[in-house]
């Protein structure tokens, strides 16, 4: 009878159970000529034809070891912290290529450190190291299986999230780590009712001092997402004050400051990304949220070297794309295209690594490329992933091609605070517009004035823009309805 089982996502047959010692020679020897051109050999290892048959020893206790057990739990971790992981866990799998274990410790910090440093050359490192965890042992690998769901959120495949995540789950339903990735999974995916029941179990389980600021940042993200902007406020700073090292507090307060740029606080903003910063200086999205807020303090040339900072350090597409809009709404014309043109060299660098950035491209093309072009990518990406940010890009690249009406019902999904919760000032500042297009003035005059009010700073061009609709509009009168 075949005992063996297909992973999702490949056509790979993994056996169910750990094979008999007699097979495990035969099945060394197939990974040593599998992995020879894969992960091993694109490390420069070489993995040595005989192996003694005893474990090696766990590593002892101390930094790496707390390294190991945040990586596992997906709790941030400080990028030279990472590294040395890494090299350990080469090093590991180089001498015991059967160690599914270490194959998967591997796969997860690969998928955290390109996270961490936005290089997306980590995720098909990941990918083989977590594929051949679960060739090695595919029954009850819940590491492996957390592995694949984290890399599929890195590369914003949501339906690959929540069928791993799903997996994981079920091998071991009280396991805390089990929810995060399905929560942010079922949140990309638009599915926001199983979110918050996924967060309610996870509250429900006991977890340890160490684990509990990481359910504490998932619960404030969930709380983020439904609007509840203080709950999401107190829990972030309870996590940033309990956390356990600098480098997973910076991360706390990195999201303080993003949720305090939401509200319309920059010197707020700046105080936590600055003070993430300086704990760990590899905390990319501070340093962009520093950007961000000098912005709207005004301080621009500073801005501009935030910006730069991060692009040199860690470039990401996303950051690449604020800092061309923020060179565009200062006049430097020739800044801006040389900025927009690493956005696209930069996307296609992901997309070669299995990155789904069909959100970000699409509302690019929408603003400064095709319109249409991002219609079809965003058409393709609501179908798989329905979540509030793709109706709102979808809706926006509608109105810039043309289509008004079809466009206000995806402005209109995108801010529906009865399905997501969500309040932000760029869907409210897009349907402001689409309803202006629409002829309908009292509608577009209240979303627009929505959008100053969550956050006056929100788009460098945007806000301006909001702005000047309004003067275009004028003031309401007096006896004007005002329609949902």
Known sequence: MDNRVRVPGTSALLPAEPPPRRARRWLRRLLVAALAGGVVAGLGLMLPEETPHQALPPPAAGPQARTLTAVASGVPTALPQLTALVRQQERRVRARPLDAPAWAVLGNAYVQRGRRTADPADYPRAEQALRTSLRVRAAGNTEALDGMAALALARRDFPAARLYGEQALKAAPDRWTAYPPLIEAYTGLGDYKAARVSLDKLLEL?????????????????????????????QLTDAAAAAGTPAERAAYLTGLGQLAWERGDPQDALRHFEAAVGLDPDQR??????????????????????????????????????????YEAHGMGASAAAQYEQVKALERREAAAGVDDALLIGRFEADHGDPREAVVRLRAEWRRQPAAEVADALGWALHRSGADQEALAFATAA????????????????????????????????????????????????????RAALGVLGEQPPDEAVPR
């Open 415 to 466: 801010t529906d605070t009865s399905r997501a919760g969500v309040r932000d000032a760029l869907y409210a500042f897009h349907r402001g517009l689409i309803e202006q297009a629409l002829d309908r003035p009292a509608p577009a005059r209240r979303h627009l004035q929505e959008a100053l009010r969550l956050n006056p700073y929100f788009s460098p061009l945007g806000a301006p823009a909001a």
């Open 206 to 234: 006991r977890t340890g001092p160490a684990d509990r600021p990481a359910v504490m940042a998932r619960a404030s993200a969930v709380y983020q997402d439904r609007g509840w902007r203080e709950d999401a406020v107190a």
């Open 285 to 326: 999205e501070a340093r962009a949220g520093q950007g961000r807020a000098l912005v709207a303090l005004g301080r621009v040339e500073q801005a501009f070297a935030a910006y730069r900072a991060a692009l040199d350090r860690h470039p990401s597409p996303q950051d690449a794309f604020e800092l061309g809009e923020l």
